[in-house]
Every structure is written in C-alpha cells, then in structure tokens.
C-alpha cells in the first residue's frame, strides 16, 4: 500500500475516532441537560422494587384481580396530572400540533357540566345518555365552544387523547408511565390497601361523584365537575403523590386486554387508572374510585374526564441501587401455586413478570 494511502486512511480513522467520542460527549450532555431542566420540581424520585398490584377481590372483571407481585425498576414520577397551563406551554411551543380532539372536531363532555346553550345548539346523545358529543369541545374549551381556561390553568387538561399525552410527555422529555408505575406510586409504601393513603375510605381525599348520579351531584367534596391538582392534599405521604385517584382517569401506555377473549382479534386500547369525578366510592354506578381500578379505551378515545401524567426512567438509579441497596435482589422464583380457573391468565402480559399470588 503507498504511503500516502495508509495516511488518509489513518486520518479518516482518527477522525471518525473524534466523532464517535463528541457524540458521547454530546449525548451525556443532553442527558445532563434533560435532568436539570425537565425532571424539575413537578416530579418525585420512585425507588421501585417489587410490590403488589391489584386488589382481592374475586368479583371485578376489569384485570385488578387477583392480585400479584410485580417490580418496577427505579422512575421518576410527576407529582400532578399534566395542568392546563402545562398544556398551553406545550400548544405555545407547538402551534403546529393538532389535538385527536381538535381534529376529529368534537369530544365527550359529562352533559350535565355542559352550559345549556352549547347543550341546544352543539352538542348530540352519546351511547350512555349522560355522555354528550360536543362539537368544538377540546382541551382549551372544556364544555365546547364558548367555555375558556381562563380560570381553570391549574386544573388537569382533559380532553387529550393516548397520542396527545404521548407527543407531550415526549416533548418534556419524558414518556406516559406503565400501569405497574402508576400503581406503584400511588401506593407508596402500603401494601394491598385500596386507597393511596390506607384501607379506609377517608373524606376529603379526592375528588368524586357523591350523590344521586347522574343528575344529583351534591358536590359534598367541594367541587362539581373538575377541580384543581392540588385542591387535596397529597393522597401518599410516601410517594408524594397529588390527585391519583378521582378528578380525572389517566392514560398508561400498558395495553388493555380482555383475559377471555383471544388477543390479536382485540381492538388497540390503553389502560386507563385512578377514576374521576364521575365515579363512585362504592361502584354503584359507573367505576369504583381505587387505587388497583382500571378501565380500557381506544387511543383516540377522548373526554372531560380524562387527563395523564408523566414519568420518566431513571437508569443512574437502577445502577446506584444495584450496588447498595438489599431491597434490589433478582426476582425470586416463579410460584407454582395455581389461579383461578375464572381468570386465565395465560394471555395476560403481566404473567411474565408473574411470581406469587397472594390470595
Ligand atoms: C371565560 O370563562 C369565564 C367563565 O368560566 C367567563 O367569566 C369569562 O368571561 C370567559 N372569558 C372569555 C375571554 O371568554
Ligand atoms: C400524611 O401527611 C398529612 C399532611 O402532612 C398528615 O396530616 C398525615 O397524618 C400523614 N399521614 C401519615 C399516615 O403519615
């Protein structure tokens, strides 16, 4: 080989040499920067670990029961759902972007939140006679058109489909949480409690439908209809956790299947937790308010009572907890002990991370 070809050679290999290393460098500083500007105060550090998911309680069909041990490796977690002053920074910085709602030109507003002028000239019945389909009903008009944030910057944004919670957590630098992160989080330390706080219903927790639904909404918690991220006080002293239960449903990115149904003929939904204002303590009527509840929808799905929080992966702690703490074992084996016939489990994704139920 000539000499001067050996050296081109050479200095390409150099150069790709700096170019590997300033990409390194490049992509360490981004992460740097994404943890000081994006998982701000709004977030808390969950340690993560294994814990129990879902509740005992044999006659709910909606994938709580039974109950069974999970882990989640360590996560950040925001602290409230996503507000509307939250929303607006991002549609600020993306004008671009165009919500399912907006796009689709209408979405699903509780009818009796509805003003009564929008009722008669914008709004149709939905399936459930409570439900009505508003036309220009999106995240900044909440009851349609006409209706305004103005008041309303530190209330959850709802009307924002999985796709609208996705590209924004992504924009902030984050993603939607797992169903198993969620749960986690709002249990805190307590194990198979149903509420975030304890086992015992406690007033002046959240915010959900007391009354006579749907038409008598006594509103005995302070609010009817939505009401502020902080309008209680933390429902977990452990996690830090503002608002989980009630107020608004939130999105996960876990996949929602139906156990008895064959998998690939099922329709794309997401797993949706925590309940809203228009759920009950008892399940009288529509969903149970608790922590293991959970309820699927299409993405595209979107409503006055649906809203998400962020959280993000937190891989310098995974490392950190591997070398100190002895909380961090590898799972332990897998139970021989077998469920329920009622609740097959074998097309369930969670059956992988599958390893004692406790019954
Ligand atoms: C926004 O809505 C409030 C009622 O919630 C109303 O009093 C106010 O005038 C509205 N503002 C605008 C600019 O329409
Ligand atoms: C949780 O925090 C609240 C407010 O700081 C306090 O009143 C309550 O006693 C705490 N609960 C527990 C179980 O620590």
């Known amino acids: 080989m000539a000499p001067g070809r050996t050296s081109l050679l050479l200095t390409q290999f150099i150069i790709l040499i700096i170019l590997e290393i300033t990409n390194g460098f490049t992509q360490k500083f981004q992460e740097v920067l994404r943890g000081k500007y994006d998982l701000k105060d709004a977030m808390r550090q969950q340690l993560g670990g294994k814990f129990q998911i879902g509740i005992n309680d044999p006659h ?13 490796k360590p996560f950040y977690m925001d602290i409230y759902p996503v507000t509307v002053a939250q929303f607006l920074s991002y549609k600020i910085k993306k ?3 165009k919500t399912t709602a907006n796009n689709a030109g209408y979405s699903f507003v509780f009818s009796n939140v509805v003003p009564p002028n929008i009722k008669t000239k ?14 220009g009903a999106q995240w900044d008009r909440p009851e349609g058109p006409g209706t ?3 008041d309303r910057l530190d209330y959850p944004v709802v009307h924002v489909s999985y796709m609208d919670a996705k590209a924004y957590c992504m924009w902030a630098g984050k993603r939607l949480p797992t169903e198993e992160e969620w749960e986690y989080a709002a249990r805190g330390q307590l194990k198979g409690v149903q509420y975030p706080w304890g086992d015992k219903f406690q007033r002046g927790r959240m915010n959900y439908f007391q009354g006579r639904f749907p038409n008598n909404d006594k509103g005995t918690d302070g609010w009817i209809g ?8 933390a429902q977990n002293n452990h996690s830090g956790m503002f608002d989980m239960l009630g107020n608004v449903w939130e999105w996960t990115s876990t996949r929602y299947y139906v156990r008895v149904v064959d ?13 809203s204002y228009l759920d009950s303590r008892d399940g009288t009527f529509n969903h149970v308010v608790r922590t293991a509840n959970r309820m699927g929808m299409v993405p ?11 959280a993000a992966s937190a891989p310098h702690l995974v490392q ?3 070398r100190s703490d002895p909380r961090f074992k590898p799972p332990a084996e897998t139970s021989t002990r077998r469920p329920p016939k009622l609740h097959k489990r074998r097309d369930d994704p969670r059956t992988k991370k599958y390893i004692k139920v406790e019954l």
Not at 300 to 310: L, P
Request: glycine letters at 8%.
């Open 300 to 310: 595209h799905y979107t409503a006055h009572n649906v809203g998400f929080r962020c």
């Open 60 to 72: 709910s069909d909606t994938g709580e029961y039974p109950p069974r041990i999970v882990e989640v």
């Open 95 to 97: 004008p671009k972007y």
């Open 148 to 150: 305004n944030i103005t």
């Open 226 to 233: 939505l009401s502020p991220v902080n309008a209680f006080g």
């Open 320 to 322: 950190k907890m591997r």
């Open 263 to 275: 998998r690939k003929s099922q329709a794309l939904k997401y797993v949706l937790k925590g309940g």
């Open 122 to 135: 914008w709004a149709s019945e939905a399936a459930d006679s409570w439900w009505l389909a508003v036309r």
